[in-house]
């Protein structure tokens, strides 16, 4: 069975320096991986997405990820943050399409 | 416009009176889904349709239905609400061979 972890439930970060919001997963079959934001009182978006190809992955606002398949692992940065990426970020994988979700990172901006 | 909507976004309601939550897209899309999204859970996997007249059970079925006449409509059915089913719902969409998932805004349901 698939599952995900993101290993932090908040991530304290003053304004304008880098982040890294953590995902690893489980899975003995290939997936494809997601990060979606939802900014607060809103839906959730989808912010990038690893299907195949080159394992670092560009998304919208100046995010990036790297999949990493030896650490199971696909971690989301962002080199300087903006009191704007105040949101809670979560991590999803799929081999089909059932997505498995972790339950969620809030990014806390610090000006 | 490519969306997924839903009807109503905010819901209070009583315990035992039985409520519909519409769902509804406008991409063609063949698979659809119901999540309920509470704090420090995540997003937990109601129920989920392949295609019109296929759905099956998600996660967290216990105390709601669907149904899926038509490819285009998803909707939730709480038969008998119960206080532990308030949350934030979401319905979504997946099409193509992207796997990427299109949601509604939500709807809040408060059951007291």
């Known amino acids: 069975a698939q599952s995900v972890t993101q290993l932090d439930s908040q991530v304290p970060v003053f304004e304008e320096a880098p982040v890294e919001l953590r995902c690893n997963y489980s899975?003995?079959?290939?997936?494809?991986l997601f990060w979606y934001v939802q900014y607060p009182n809103q839906g959730l978006q989808l912010l990038l997405k690893?299907?195949?190809?080159s394992t670092l992955v560009k998304g919208i606002n100046g995010f990036e990820a790297e999949f990493n398949k030896s650490q199971t692992s696909f971690h989301l940065r962002k080199p300087s943050v903006h009191i704007s990426d105040t949101a809670e970020y979560f991590c999803?994988?799929?081999?089909?399409?059932?997505?498995?979700w972790g339950a969620g990172t809030k990014l806390i901006i610090k000006p | 416009e490519a969306q997924v909507t839903q009807n109503p976004r905010y819901l209070i309601t009583v315990t035992g009176k039985k409520l519909t939550v519409t769902c509804s897209q406008n991409?063609?899309?063949?698979?659809m889904s119901w999540y309920r999204q509470d704090p420090g859970l995540g997003l937990r996997q109601i129920y989920y349709?392949?295609?019109?007249?296929?759905?099956d059970k998600g996660d967290v079925p216990e105390g709601y239905k669907v149904s899926r006449k038509e490819k285009r409509n998803f909707p939730l059915i709480l038969e008998s609400p119960s206080p532990n089913q308030t949350s934030l719902y979401f319905c979504?969409?997946?099409?193509?061979?992207?796997?990427?998932?299109?949601f509604g805004p939500g709807t809040r349901l408060t059951v007291t």
């Open positions: 979504a969409s997946i099409g193509g061979n992207s796997y990427e998932q299109y």
């Open positions: 991409m063609n899309h063949e698979y």
């Open positions: 349709s392949m295609n019109v007249e296929v759905t």
């Open positions: 899975s003995s079959v290939s997936v494809y």
């Open positions: 690893y299907l195949s190809g």
């Open positions: 999803a994988v799929t081999s089909n399409y059932q997505l498995i």
